[in-house]
Structure formats: C-alpha cells, structure tokens
C-alpha cells in the first residue's frame, strides 16, 4: 500500500481510501465489517462515509452506513481507531431527503445537529475529516456540464460556516475539513475567506473522476495542485459503468438496476466510450477495471482514490488494479478517446 499526507495536515493516509455507500443497503452489517476487515488487511487506512448514506437510502435506512462503521470500530477497539482517518460528510441541499432535517443547510445548528449525529452513529470522539456534501447553493449536479443560472435565494456565508468549522476544531470534535461536489470559485473563496480571517483551511475536495468525467481537469486541476487542495476521486469506475458489465444489458442487483434514478451513465456516449476504453484495455492485456482506476491514480492532483464494492471478490479486484503503472502510449491513446468522446459522464 502507498500512503500520502492529506493536504494541510500531519494526517497519513493510504492511497487507496475505502468508499462505503453501499453499507446498510446493498451492503449488510456483517458484509460491511467484512469488507473492512479486508481493507485494513490490505493496507487501508482512510475510510469514506456521510450522514446520508447509504446510497438510494431513505428515512428508513436513514444513517445505517455511518452505524455499520459505528459497530466496527466499537469491536476493533479505540487503539486501532486511533491508527484510521475517518471522513464523514453533512447533506447539503437535495429534493427528496428532507427527512435529514429541515432545512439541509449549513447554519449552525444544523452543522452542531449533523456533527453530533455522525459521533453518535460512528461510535467515535472526533471526526478526522469533515466534508461539506455538495454546495449549500443549490446548482448543477450531475448531468450538467455547467453552470447557466446562480441561486438567487442564497446568501454567502463562507466566514459564517469557516467559523463554526473553527468552534468545532477548537471542541475536538473534527480535526480538519474538505468540500465534495465543489467548483472552482467556492474553493478560491473559502480559501481566501480562510486566510483572510485566520479560519481552518480545506484540506481536500471530493469529487468524481474517471474516464467517463474528466472535468476535474478544467478549473478545479490547477486550483487544487497550485492551492495544495488535494482531490479525493469519487466514482474511478464510473458507476461500475467502467467494468464493462453494462455493455450487454443492466445485471440484476447491479447499481444501475437498482437504482435508475442515477441518470448521469445513461446515454449513448458513455457506451460508445466504454467500448473503446474496453478494446484498448484488451489490447494491453488489462480489464477495463484496471486501466480505469490505474488512470486515476496515477494522476499527480489525486491525493487518495475511493473504491466501494458490493462484494469482497469486488473489492479484491479493485485493490489489486493499483498495482497497475499505464505506459505513457496508453495513456496518449487515453487522451485520444477523451477528444472524440469528452466527458460523456459529467
């Protein structure tokens, strides 16, 4: 396992940090410990969570991926908690989980109340990494490309929630904090914001990045390498889209079977895509798993890869695909496929 520092901080962290969305869902608890257990095995030591999951959660099932983890590092004990970063995310704004809390904000008491909840569910004293979820303002998501029209109905407050960051840093309750779902200007600003008012710094932003959706690169690349923010890659196999598994029709069990709502891998480019990244894998003797996520990793802005599995097998694949280095040709015939067909997953 390769280990980095994350950005701003003396934290260690492995290269390869383990998503678990899937925990409470598809995932049962006894499944998530085991998957756990695995990741540490090999080496893990940075874990990835939020409030919200697990993913096409509702009320229900509301918060069970945070209790999965909670229950684990209850059993493993505080001595070899005290050996993991735990990254955990506040829900921002987002039609259809107001059962979260009223309103999804980021005002102080709903930061307090998310905090909170996250210690209680994780079983923990303190939270290593906390991360806002995606823009309080709402915006373009998933799907878009870009940004056309501003929320007119918020108003900045990047010095209000540094400042409550700031309490919670001082109570122990976080140690540092990161942004998800992010953009170039909100990053500068609570960079500056940061500085200017001698308030905690953002040590990371997670975002998604793979051959499906590199618009990291636009913007958000040289922000981050010049501004020491390091990305935390979400989604390197883009759904699972980038195992190849839905060139011939959508599996049953598979994420999008199960949940059709996830619309940004649903449209005829990301085929066509896929089916040239796979011939160009097979050329090379690679899965189209292993080219994806090596490319990932191997870019110099990525501080940390998130991988999620739904099975051990899954996650064994995963893992082992960072031990692949890409030649530089195959990284040229890479950039080739990107020009023809850029982004068709954004």
Known sequence: MKYTTLPNTALK??????????????????????????????GVNFLDTAEMYPIGGN????????????????????????????????????RGMEYIRKPLDFSKKSIHEAVDLSLKNLQTDYIDLYQMHWPERIMNMFGQRGLTKIDENWQENFVDVLTIYDGLIKEGKIKHIGLSNEVPWAVMKFIHESEKHNLPRIATIQ?????????????LSEVCM???????????LGFGFL?????????????????????????????KATRLY???AQENGLTLAQMAIAFVHQQQFVTSTI???TTLEQLKVNMDSFEVQLSADIVSKINVIQEIIPNPAP
């Open 278 to 280: 796979q011939e160009l």
């Open 207 to 219: 975002n998604p990045y793979s051959l499906l959706n590199r618009l990291f690169e636009v913007g």
């Open 226 to 236: 010049r501004e020491n923010v390091g990305l935390l890659a979400y989604s390197p």
């Open 307 to 309: 991988i999620g599995a």
């Open 13 to 42: 962290i492995s290269k390869v940090c383990l998503g678990t969305m899937t925990f409470g869902n598809q995932n049962s608890e006894a499944e998530s410990h085991s998957q756990l257990d695995y990741a540490i095995e090999r």
């Open 59 to 94: 009320e229900h099932i509301f918060g069970s991926t945070e209790r999965h983890i909670g229950s684990w590092l209850a059993k493993i004990g505080a001595d070899q908690r005290e050996k993991l970063v735990l990254a955990t995310k506040i829900a921002g704004p987002n």
């Open 243 to 271: 195992t190849g598994k839905y060139l011939n029709g959508y599996p049953e069990n598979s994420r999008l079977k199960l949940f059709p709502n996830f619309i940004r891998y649903n449209n005829e480019n990301c085929f």
